[in-house]
């Protein structure tokens, strides 16, 4: 086992699910900063695997990008021709 595994397995046993996801957060908007797209797959949402959704969000919410905002996204469901 190499020292980042020992890290990562001791992290596991000692961190609450939620300073888990406040870690995680912190080190992938570290590691790819501006990149929405790069987060989106990190994160594993489905705007960009499978809808390719971040590009477009990362060009409309630029201005945005240092608010707090609380967004709702509303789908129109389904895939099947109606």
């Known amino acids: 086992m190499n020292i980042q595994e020992l890290v990562r397995a001791q992290l596991r046993k000692r961190l609450s699910h939620s300073l888990k996801r406040t870690v995680k957060h912190c080190v992938l908007s570290g590691l790819y900063g501006k990149d929405l797209r790069k987060l989106a797959v990190a994160f594993g949402t489905d705007k960009e695997g499978g809808h390719h959704y971040a590009k477009h ?8 990008r240092n608010k707090r905002l609380n967004i709702l996204e509303i789908g129109v469901g389904g895939y099947e021709p109606v």
């Open 57 to 64: 969000y990362q060009n409309h919410f630029a201005a945005l």
